[in-house]
């Protein structure tokens, strides 16, 4: 059997399944199709763009994407060396300079005399072994050859992106530098607000005029990245209890807490461009510079990037997916990132970890790896292949997801016990890397 592996996609799970398959010494041909064709939602040709946030979330081990993390640093996570290389500061989050970030990730690939990156699109799924990668804006073309691989339709649901302002059109004077509960440095800018400000804010998001749907009748949106408006319309208190949630952040100038707070995210090292947390949104470009800049401090924003809606696809992976990440009914096509039913930029990145080892496990000869279950990776890889089909939905990795044990039962602080199966899980995951991963 020939060692090449084709791996369809150059986003963040294509490209770790790459580079962990090239560790095992199969050659790699990774095609990607910008710039030839653009996604709806891709500025640049450069391979694993981050289109939404340039956070990767918390970096604490008792939370999920803290567990995570440290899962895909213990496996040698190209990726996870990316972010550390392009790390800027946000409080106790991993944020990462998009340039840096996919800079040092392209350069890596581009070096690597194992991976060879072939710019074209790829409409149909190959007969060869291959690692689907395409993401959740999947081509046309692809989306069709894989609807007819596995005889259903395709879920979907639309998601959102923040707008990026620009730093010195920011009203220093109006807001303040701090990180919530004082974890790490003065990380975010903070727009406080006033029960009248919120409230006028409010009323006018409510007014606003958001893109139309166009073709697409069912507007299913992704939970972990709501658009601001939608989740606006739940209440008027739905966003202090959400993104503009004040807890934590005391006004400096006052010493009280404000009514509301939004926070901006820095975007890169230099600082000259924030991010707005939680603020993704399909409102009209007019309405977010007239709606936005009624927040205090943004009066005069300036707007490097306005927020954007896409449509996000992904595969009903419960009926599609076996363990090893294989598809059903084509056991050649390994699915990773996305498309295989996770949400997030390092959940994409562990499956296109476990894709990639796979695929060349099986080009060597070798059995396929099986991530306990007790880790992050083990209970993301359970979710998507062993959850109700009839009620399947994208997820990001959550507590929620990994086993408790009666030890972990017993424990009433829901910290500890956090900490207590992060132990257990990096354990569990540390003897599987030595044993099965690297043995």
């Not at 996305?338 to 796979?358: D, F």
Request: aromatic share 6%.
């Amino acid at each position: 059997m020939s060692k090449l592996l084709t791996i369809i996609g150059g986003g963040l799970a294509g490209c770790e399944a790459a580079w962990q398959a090239a560790k095992q010494g199969v050659s790699v041909k990774l095609y990607e199709m910008r710039p030839n064709r653009m996604s709806e939602a891709h500025k640049t040709d450069m391979l694993a763009e981050l289109v939404c946030s340039n956070s990767l979330r918390s970096k604490d081990v008792s939370t999920g994407p803290g567990l995570l993390k440290a899962e895909l640093e213990a496996a040698d996570s190209l990726i996870m060396a990316a972010a550390k290389e392009s790390e800027v500061q946000a409080g106790s989050a991993l944020a990462v300079d998009r340039n840096i970030f996919s800079a040092y990730i392209e350069n890596l690939i581009l070096q690597n005399p194992l991976i060879t990156v072939v710019r074209e699109e790829t409409e149909s799924l190959p007969d060869k072994i291959a690692v689907l990668a395409t993401g959740p804006l999947t081509s046309q073309p692809m989306t069709q050859s894989i609807q007819a691989a596995i005889g259903a339709e395709h879920l979907h649901f639309y998601d959102a992106i923040a707008p990026i302002i620009d730093a010195e059109s920011i009203d220093s004077s109006k807001v303040f530098l701090a990180s919530r509960y004082g974890k790490g440095g003065d990380d975010y800018v903070n727009c406080p607000m006033t029960k009248e400000e919120y409230d006028k804010f409010y009323d006018a998001l409510m007014e606003a005029d958001t893109v139309a749907a166009r073709e697409f009748e069912n507007i299913k949106v992704f939970e972990g990245c709501m658009p601001v408006e939608v989740m606006a319309k739940r209440g008027r208190d739905t966003l202090r209890f959400g993104p503009l949630k004040p807890v934590g952040l005391p006004d400096p100038k006052t010493g009280k807490t404000p009514y509301a707070v939004i926070q901006l995210r820095t975007e890169n090292r230099e600082k000259t461009a924030y991010n707005m947390v939680g603020f993704q949104t399909r409102l009209k470009w007019p309405e977010q510079k007239r709606v936005f800049s009624m927040i205090p401090g943004l009066e005069n924003a300036e707007f490097m990037r306005f927020g954007s809606i896409h449509r996000n696809t992904y595969i009903n992976s419960p009926l599609h997916i076996n363990s090893d990440l294989t598809m059903k009914n084509r056991p050649n096509i390994y699915v990773a990132g996305q498309i295989s039913g996770v949400e997030g930029y390092i959940e994409s990145t562990a499956m296109g970890l476990i894709a990639g080892t796979n695929a060349a496990r099986r080009l060597n000869g070798l059995e396929p790896i099986l991530p306990p279950r007790t880790t992050a990776h083990g209970s993301l890889v359970h979710h998507i292949t062993a959850s109700d089909p009839k009620h399947f939905e994208p997820s990001n990795i959550n507590f929620g997801l990994l086993p408790a044990d009666e030890e972990t039962l017993r424990i009433r602080d829901k910290k500890k016990r956090r900490e207590k199966m992060a132990e257990r899980a990096l354990k569990d995951w540390t003897e599987f890397v030595a044993c099965k991963m690297k043995g």
